[in-house]
C-alpha cells in the first residue's frame, strides 16, 4: 500500500478518482474514492489487480469478487456490473495490465514443452477471478516500486510483466490465458469475432456471418458464444452500443439523439427505452451518475 500510495501521488491521483497510464506502456493505474452501486461498464483484456478496496463483479448468472487476494483475468471485452466499495478514507486502488499474445504465446509454448503437458482448452467463460500467490505479489511490488521511474520501467518493467504472466499460467486459471493464445481455441475464434464488433458495432451485423467468420454453424456459434460470453451474440452487440453511446454522451457532451445514430440505432425512442433499462437512468440523465468506477 506504501507503494501504491506513492505512486498515486506520483501520477496525479492523490486526491481524485480516475485512471491514468503510467511509465510502461500497458499498465495503468487507478483510484477510487466513493462507493459505487451496481453499475455497467466495459472491461477490457487483461488483468485486474486490486492493491486496496474490493468490488463484486456481476456477469448475468456469475458473480465474482475481486479484491487484494483475488485479481480478475478478462480474455475479451466484457460489459460488466460491478458493485465498488471505496471511500475517501480507505480508496481502492489498483492496476490494469494489457495481455501481450507474443509473450504469453512464448511461455505457454515453454510451459507445455518442459512440463510435458497441455493445457486444456475445454470451453469456458472468458472472464475469472484467480487467487494471488506470493510470488505473485513479490511481482506486484516490484512493478509498483519500478513504475515511479520512466527508465526503471522501460528497462525492467517488461521482465516483470513477463514474471507475473508466467505465474498467473501456473495458476488455477492458467488455461484461460492459454486458450486466448491458443489459434483453434473456442475462446480464440470467439474472441477475433468481438475483436470485429468493437470496431464495427455501429454497422448492421448479422449472426450468420459472424459465424462464418468463427468457422462455425450459426447453432454451434450461438451455444458457444454464450458459453464463453454469457450473453446471446445480439445481446452483447446491443451493450457494446449501449456502452459506447453512455462514453460519446458523458466524455463528448453529444445529444442523446445523436449518440443512438453513432452506435447503430435507428430508433432514437427505442435508444432511450432500452439505454434506460440498462443503466436504470434515462440518457438525460446519466451524468448524475458519471463517476469514475472501472
Given amino acids: ?27 495503468r493505474l487507478f483510484r477510487i474514492d466513493s462507493y459505487h452501486k451496481h453499475s455497467p461498464q466495459m472491461y477490457e483484456q487483461g488483468i485486474v489487480i486490486i492493491i486496496q478496496g474490493h468490488k463484486i463483479g456481476h456477469l448475468n448468472q456469475y458473480q465474482f469478487n475481486y479484491d487484494p487476494q483475488q485479481c480478475l483475468l478478462v480474455t475479451t471485452p466484457y460489459p460488466i456490473v460491478c458493485e465498488t466499495f471505496a471511500s475517501q478514507q480507505q480508496p481502492l486502488i489498483g492496476i490494469n495490465i494489457d495481455f501481450d499474445l507474443t ?33 505473485m505479489y513479490r511481482s506486484v511490488e516490484q512493478l509498483l516500486e519500478v513504475l515511479h521511474d520512466p527508465l526503471d520501467a522501460t528497462v525492467i518493467g517488461p521482465s516483470l510483466i513477463r514474471q507475473l504472466f508466467y505465474y498467473l499460467l501456473q495458476g488455477d486459471q492458467g488455461y484461460l490465458l492459454a486458450q486466448y493464445c491458443e489459434q483453434d481455441s473456442a475462446l480464440s475464434k470467439i474472441s ?34 454464450k458459453q464463453v460470453v454469457t450473453d446471446p451474440p445480439m445481446q452483447y452487440i446491443k451493450k457494446i452500443r449501449l456502452n459506447n453511446a453512455k462514453t460519446l454522451i458523458l466524455q463528448q457532451g453529444m445529444a442523446a439523439n445523436i449518440a443512438a445514430g453513432q452506435v447503430g440505432y435507428e430508433s432514437p425512442t427505442q435508444f432511450s427505452r432500452e439505454f434506460k433499462r440498462y443503466f436504470g437512468l434515462p440518457p438525460s440523465k446519466i451524468h448524475e451518475n458519471a463517476g469514475f468506477i472501472r
Fill in 1 to 27: 500500500m506504501t507503494l501504491a500510495t506513492s505512486l498515486c501521488q506520483y501520477s496525479g491521483l492523490a486526491n481524485k478518482s480516475a485512471r491514468v497510464d503510467t511509465n510502461l506502456a500497458g499498465v
Fill in 103 to 135: 509473450v504469453i504465446r512464448q511461455l505457454v509454448t515453454m510451459i507445455e514443452s518442459e512440463q510435458q503437458r497441455q493445457f486444456n482448452y475445454e470451453g469456458s467463460c472468458g472472464v475469472a477471478t484467480t487467487k494471488m500467490t506470493d510470488r
Fill in 192 to 225: 477475433a469475432v468481438i475483436d470485429y464488433v468493437q470496431l464495427h458495432y455501429d454497422t448492421k451485423l448479422q449472426v450468420h456471418e459472424l459465424a462464418a467468420m468463427a468457422g462455425m454453424s450459426v447453432s454451434v456459434f450461438h451455444k458457444v458464444f
